[in-house]
């Protein structure tokens, strides 16, 4: 069921304009950690834009998600110097370790794995995120103590 | 904070928050910008709030993080004020030693200063670092000085100033004027004199016209935006209040993207503390100038960078560009006249003004006036973030600033420009950084990425990448730019796993040709720019894939063979633990041994080994 309270707490902070359509967006994938169907269509009347509208935008911006996403967001970095300095090897491993595929999420609903195209931490390449915090400088033997510390 | 009513009530404020500020009082200054953060500059913060506590210093001694330092490869980085002294690699557990031996002993802690790579020699203050020296920080200037999130701060260092200057003793025009006589080009990439655009936009007729500010900093290795906006946010704020007086807007945008989360937040809050203090707003300082800021935050899209593309994101549309003319600045955000500048060009402005375009022209070449800020990054010793003088060459930048190569290893490329930019070789060491030389060895100034590679990094591999990075990043709206990625992606994928063929070559360079001449906007028309600058100063390297099914620089996997020196490994089987595909086995306390047919190459083991025992042909 979808909880009307929590929608409206977010749809009273915008003026109801086509341009709020993004943020408004970004407001529910950062609460509910994706974008819920029933909500799309509430948001697609309030601001009377197309519901086939807000689905591309949904669907064209990498931060949006239809399908519900981990308690833990796992970024891997792929920026170029990340790349050049085992980056992707380091996702492998992360992927391997969680047994999932960048742009999933474990059947436990813990972790989602995704990959950016830079985290602007260059210099400490390579990097990845977890949430907030950065890790920097990793090699493939301390993901699984990076990972043990979100582990529930 | 008072709400600031005038220029009198300004002047009076800045010298209030002045006289209290001692310049010979004991300050601390930990770099928490984007090196120093991963490393645990909020932990060292908070020991030296222990400490100080501990000791009784509060009071006596400031704490402060700020923006970047620059020299990112040695973080956590503190500065000591007003010694100059630059401690490095500072960890939590060094703080109460500098605290104990500097702050209260007057001596310097000898571990933690700056030690040459090549000679050992030691340098404790800042501009005894060679990394420093060559340096003109103009937009960085006040990174490593002001609390980010302290209006105050700015203030003392001479922040608004210029905007007091612009709304009370200069015309419209006469800003204009300045810019257009600094020279100043856009720092975003395309190098589009400022002025010219500023002019332009007040040329058009309109009521509403708006100001933008590109912080969308996609290219993979570029940090300078996000350590602006995080490290200086008032200078952008002042920067675009200039420019909305000069072309007649009253409201700007700022485009964050998402990924960088405190420059959202450091943004936010500058842009509600110029409202609160009356700098922002209706009748700014009652100069009867109207301005205000909105901050806008990307999704995560690499397209949204171009002008067009951000423009129909604010508007909450998909970023997909729009053909020019007609250009942003005739018709640009909700069809009206907009000036979108990027970060770095927008900090420039206040500086600009208060010094006099003719200060500014005087640095730089003929061509490229001021200073351009660079990622340094990679295969450097020295990596951080350089501001120099245009037309510094990558000699000085890599080798002078930058240290050199790690290990004793050859330099072999630099890559600028981001995605759209080229590999540079060694022959081009002494070119003159700016944006005319750059484009005449087949890459761009972009936003000023500079990724430094060395012998281990394979050049046809680093095509392959970029194209892929693209491929994914193409909005997909024009069929050259679509299509030709996703050509030029398979080919390089063949290449690069040793399925590439001697016609390849000729293929990708007509692909190569197509985009550029047929596509949209300025991702597909330079997309193929890491492909002709490496097929055109690195051919034998993709011979070498091609022919030899070889990659000289052991990167490409399939075609690399991994082996175990049976001397080396001490059987502690880490690498048994780590392969995927269960490919290592061997007898208890023996040497292991891979097991070719089911190797998949993915080369874990060789990073896992702390032994050197993988070895890799």
Not at chain 2, 172 to 188: M, Q, T
Not at chain 2, 591 to 600: E, F, K, N, R, V
């Amino acid at each position: 069921m979808m909880d009307v309270e929590r929608l409206e707490s977010i749809l009273t902070q915008y003026e109801g304009y086509p341009q709020d359509l993004i943020p408004i967006l970004q407001d529910i994938q950062d609460q509910y950690h994706y974008l819920p169907k029933d909500e799309l269509k509430v948001v697609a009347q309030r601001l009377n834009v197309p519901l086939t509208k807000v689905y591309s935008v949904a669907t064209f911006y990498k931060m949006f998600s239809l399908i519900p996403k981990g308690r833990h967001q796992l970024r891997v970095c792929l920026g170029t110097t990340c790349h050049l300095k085992g980056g992707q090897r380091l996702l492998e491993s992360v992927s391997s370790h969680l047994g999932i595929e960048p742009g999933y999420t474990t059947a436990d609903m813990q972790f989602s794995l995704e990959t950016v195209g830079c985290l602007g931490s260059c210099a400490q390449a390579p990097v990845m995120m977890v949430d907030d915090k950065y890790y920097a400088r990793m090699t493939i033997d301390k993901v699984s103590k990076v990972l043990k510390l979100y582990k529930e | 904070m008072p709400k600031i009513e005038s220029v009198d009530h300004l002047t009076e404020y800045r010298r209030q928050i002045r006289a209290q500020r001692d310049p010979k009082q004991q300050q601390i200054l930990v770099c928490s910008g984007p090196g120093c953060l991963p490393l645990g500059s909020t932990e060292v913060a908070g020991a030296f709030q222990e400490q100080m506590q501990e000791k009784g210093l509060q009071g006596k001694v400031i704490l402060k993080s700020t923006g970047c330092h620059g020299l990112c490869a040695h973080g956590v980085r503190v500065l000591l004020r007003p010694q100059e002294i630059a401690y490095q690699k500072v960890t939590p557990e060094d703080v109460p030693e500098i605290v104990e031996t500097t702050l209260i002993g007057g001596k310097v802690v000898e571990r933690l200063v700056y030690q040459d790579p090549d000679s050992g020699q030691t340098a404790v203050h800042k501009s005894e670092i060679p990394f420093y020296q060559g340096q003109k920080p103009l937009v960085l200037r006040k990174l490593d000085e002001i609390d980010p999130e302290s209006l105050d701060d700015y203030l003392v260092v001479g922040g608004y100033r210029t905007l007091r200057k612009v709304l009370f003793k200069m015309s419209p025009e006469e800003v204009i004027d300045a810019v257009e006589r600094s020279g100043l080009r856009g720092r975003g990439g395309a190098g589009f004199l400022t002025g010219r655009k500023w002019r332009l936009c007040r040329q058009v007729p309109g009521e509403v016209k708006f100001v933008i500010c590109n912080g969308d900093e996609g290219d993979p290795g570029a940090f300078m935006d996000r350590a602006v906006m995080e490290g200086d946010p008032h200078a952008i704020i002042e920067g675009m209040i200039v420019g909305g007086y000069a072309i007649g807007a009253h409201q700007g945008y700022i485009y964050v993207r998402h990924e960088y989360p405190l420059a959202v937040k450091r943004l936010t809050q500058a842009v509600a503390q110029a409202r609160e203090f009356g700098l922002l707003g209706n009748n700014i300082l009652r100069s009867g100038f109207d301005f205000d800021i909105k901050i806008s935050q990307g999704s995560g899209a690499f397209v949204c960078g171009e002008e067009t593309a951000l423009i129909a994101s604010i508007e909450g549309n998909i970023g997909e560009p729009m053909p020019r003319p007609p250009y942003p600045a005739q018709k640009g955000l909700f069809g009206m006249p907009t000036v979108i500048n990027n970060v770095e060009t927008w900090a420039n402005v206040p500086e600009i003004i208060n010094m006099g375009p003719e200060w500014f022209a005087a640095l730089g070449t003929e061509k490229s006036k001021g200073t351009k800020v660079f990622s340094l990054v990679g295969a450097v010793n020295h990596t951080g973030l350089v501001e120099v003088p245009m037309g510094t060459t990558l000699r000085q930048i890599i080798f002078e600033l930058g240290g050199g190569i790690p290990g004793g290893r050859e330099f072999k490329a630099v890559q600028t420009g981001g995605p759209s930019g080229g590999c540079i070789p060694k022959q081009f060491l002494d070119l003159p950084v700016d944006y005319d030389s750059l484009q005449e060895v087949g890459s761009i100034m972009g936003s000023g990425g500079m990724i430094v590679m060395d012998t281990t990094s394979c050049m046809v591999d680093v095509a392959r990448y970029f194209i892929s990075f693209l491929f994914e990043e193409s909005c997909g709206k024009c069929t050259p730019c679509r299509e030709g990625l996703r050509q030029l992606l398979n080919i390089l994928n063949d290449i690069t796993s040793g399925e590439g063929k001697e016609e390849h070559i000729t293929l990708m360079e007509e692909i190569c040709t197509t985009m550029a001449s047929a596509s949209l906007c300025g991702l597909g028309q330079s997309a193929a720019n890491p492909v002709l600058t490496t097929l055109k100063y690195f051919r034998a390297e993709y011979e070498a894939h091609i022919r030899d099914k070889k990659c000289p620089a052991l990167v490409c996997r399939p075609l690399l063979t991994y082996t175990i020196d049976p001397e080396a490994c001490t059987a502690c089987l880490a690498c048994v633990r780590e392969c995927p595909v269960g490919a290592i086995s061997g007898p208890k306390k023996e040497a292991q041994h891979i097991d070719q047919d089911i190797c998949i190459k993915c080369g874990r083991c060789h990073d896992v080994c702390q032994f050197d025992a993988v070895k890799v042909e």
